[in-house]
């Protein structure tokens, strides 16, 4: 039998708080479904450190511009919860808008500065919709830990932050992006590609291999590393450059120096997608990273 999603935060929040008063540990994975390998890679980390696992599964409005993907986001819930069951979720929650944002709704979370960079300057109020949803389902889950992907990096380091500035009762995990055999990040809007644009889209990835590369041989200087990235992505003709960084792990404040702190991050278009993906550059190849905590 499928799992049945819960829309009710009483009843999964109360479920949550059972489990705990049994001495099990839960682990909770925010999602907005259309689940892809990338998706089950948290799911999968969280079942193997906690004792339950819940999934959220909620296109959540306020975190999309005008004129984004909106209405065209992919929503697939009767298969998402036959890939969570499989995969070892033991509660699916699944809010309605009415849920999350309650008629007459006016409260927001909010950051200064880490918000207003890197998506956050080509998204205006993005991560103000996840720091307010993810808050809010944080309330609603009152989980031990939390799963996000390294390849959304902002948004790991954005609610990191919200996590430590409002003392959080929860541990923020982060898990290593999950790629195609080319190097491109999985994500539900690669679906949008066409076949050329999808060839020309492991440009993103190549570019930053190219930077760990340089940074492994010893560079150290960020416009060296850039422009080595620039040439890699404008050689591909329907790629269109957003923005490409280099920044500190944790203030998100582009480097003069690269050091390990570093994280490589960039975003582009292609064709009416829009794409991102970083690299960070502590150590080694992040596809032999362990789960971290932020
Ligand atoms: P989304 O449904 O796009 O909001 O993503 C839900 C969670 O899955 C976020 O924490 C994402 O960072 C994570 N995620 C999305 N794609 C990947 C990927 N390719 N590898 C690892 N995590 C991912």
Redesign the pocket.
């Known amino acids: 039998m499928t799992l049945r999603p819960s829309g009710s935060p009483d009843e999964v929040r109360g479920t949550v708080k059972a489990w705990q008063a049994e001495g099990l540990t839960v682990g909770f994975?925010?999602?907005?479904?259309?689940?892809?390998?990338?998706?089950l890679?948290?799911i999968r980390a969280s079942v193997g450190e906690c004792d339950r696992t819940v999934l959220s599964?909620y296109v959540?409005p306020t975190q999309f511009g005008r004129g984004e993907d909106l209405k065209r986001y992919p929503r697939r819930l009767e298969q998402d919860c036959r890939a969570a069951e499989q995969n070892g979720v033991d509660l699916v929650f699944c809010p309605t808008n009415e849920v999350m944002y309650p008629a007459g709704s006016t409260t927001y979370v909010s950051q200064d500065s880490l918000i207003d960079v890197l998506e956050g300057a080509s998204r205006p109020g993005h991560f103000r919709g996840v720091l307010t949803v993810v808050c809010k389902l944080l309330s609603i889950v009152p989980a031990d830990r939390a799963?996000?992907?390294?390849?959304?990096f902002q948004?790991?380091v954005v609610v990191g932050r919200m996590v430590k500035d409002l003392s959080l009762p929860v541990s923020v995990r982060v898990?290593?992006?999950?790629?195609d055999a080319d190097g491109l990040?999985?994500?539900?809007r690669n679906d949008h590609l066409d076949q050329q644009e999808r060839h020309q889209a492991s440009c993103l990835h190549r570019a930053l291999t190219k930077a760990l590369q340089l940074y492994r041989d010893g560079e150290r200087n960020p416009l060296t590393v850039r422009a080595a990235m620039q040439g890699i992505i404008e050689a591909a003709s329907l790629v269109r450059t957003d923005y490409i960084e280099i920044v500190d792990c944790e203030t998100l404040e582009p480097v003069k120096e690269i050091t390990d702190r570093a994280v490589v991050v960039l975003a582009v278009r292609i064709g009416q997608t829009r794409l991102i993906d970083n690299m960070p550059l502590v150590g080694t190849d992040p596809k032999t990273d362990e789960v971290d905590d932020t």
């Open positions: 994975v925010p999602t907005m479904g259309a689940l892809h390998e990338g998706h890679s948290l599964i959540n799963y996000f992907g390294q390849k959304d948004q790991t898990v290593p992006t999950v790629r990040a999985l994500s539900s």
